[in-house]
Nanobody, 124 residues
Framework: QVQLEESGGGLVQAGGSLRLSCAAS????????MGWFRRAPGKEREFVAA????????YYADTVKGRFTISRDNAKNTVYLQMNNLKPEDTAAYYC?????????????????WGQGTQVTVSS
């Protein structure tokens, strides 16, 4: 199985940018579809972005489309989430996840492996 560790979170002003990283170990990410999810205080974990194991298919939540970009570097066994034009409503704990299924999914229950999360706080 794969282990995931997120990094890159922090405090940023509205309009700023952050890049989250998700370093995998145990197995290579080329075996998995990879996703990013987030959970804001008092809310359920929600889908942010996902990238197929081949890298040729990508999905985004409507709330982040045009601002966030998911990418992967299979050689470094790492997935990234570039977040631009951040808004206070993007404040949440961000989680990386891996799905070994056949089809790229956006539902959180389809993902088998999760990291511990990294906090992103956007001030107004």
């Amino acid at each position: 199985q794969v282990q995931l560790e997120e990094s890159g979170g922090g405090l940023v002003q509205a309009g700023g940018s952050l890049r989250l990283s998700c370093a995998a170990s145990g197995r290579t990410i080329s075996n998995y579809h990879m996703g990013w999810f987030r959970r804001a205080p008092g809310k359920e974990r929600e889908f942010v972005a996902a990238n197929s194991r081949s890298g040729d298919t990508t999905y985004y939540a409507d709330t982040v489309k045009g601002r966030f970009t998911i990418s992967r570097d299979n050689a470094k066994n790492t997935v990234y989430l570039q977040m631009n034009n951040l808004k206070p409503e993007d404040t949440a704990a961000y989680y990386c996840a891996a799905d070994g299924g056949r089809i790229l999914q956006i539902g959180r229950y389809m993902y088998d492996y999760w990291g511990q999360g990294t906090q992103v706080t956007v001030s107004s």
